[in-house]
């Protein structure tokens, strides 16, 4: 379901896939081959919410805004399953592991991975390319070239199964 949320509509790249049973409320904008799949809700009606190029929100994950403080997703960025976002700024390339929050003000640098079930507290920020968890969130590593290149893999094969989704919508 799409909703407009007041004078705001949602502004979505005709290439994104939108799976069964989400919800997009508001001033949110999503760009071209992102996939937001089964059961998500993102809510724009407090502040905007931008969702970049080539990002996978996965099931069951809600993101939303506290007031004056827009969510920001950055290009090919996955966001794993059940993950909640709210208020923060995911930089480029960045990774969050399923079962994962990040609350207002946090930031994660380009190319950094938040392990699953981690929690990122309001106003932390993640350096790039480091891998953090933990309740709250630790630095514990530098990403390495075989977390980059499973990172390429997973944006790649999150467009090209999204896609294929989309396909059947038709």
């Not at 049973?21 to 089964?38: K, L, P, Q």
């Not at 996955?78 to 990774?95: D, F, N, P, W, Y």
């Not at 507290?121 to 630095?139: E, Q």
């Not at 075989?146 to 893999?153: I, P, S, V």
Request: aromatic residues 6%.
């Amino acid at each position: 379901m799409i909703y407009p949320f007041k004078d705001k509509n949602p502004k979505i790249d005709p290439s994104v896939f939108i799976a069964d049973y989400v919800t997009i409320t508001g001033d949110v904008t999503i760009g071209e081959d992102s996939s937001i799949w089964f059961n998500t809700v993102i809510r724009g009606d407090v502040a905007p919410t931008h969702i970049g190029k080539r990002v996978s929100i996965q099931d069951l994950s809600c993101l939303h805004q506290s007031p004056n403080n827009p969510l920001i997703i950055e290009d090919e960025v996955t966001i794993g399953h059940q993950v909640t976002l709210h208020s923060c700024v995911i930089r480029k390339r960045a990774l969050i592991g399923m079962g994962s929050i990040v609350l207002d003000g946090a930031e994660i640098g380009e190319g950094a991975f938040i392990g699953a079930g981690s929690l990122v507290p309001p106003g932390k920020k993640i350096p790039a390319n480091s891998l953090a968890m933990g309740r709250p969130a630790k630095v514990v590593r530098e990403i390495t070239a075989d977390d980059r290149e499973d990172m390429d893999r997973i944006i790649r094969e999150y467009v090209e199964k999204g896609q294929y989704y989309k396909s059947l919508q038709k």
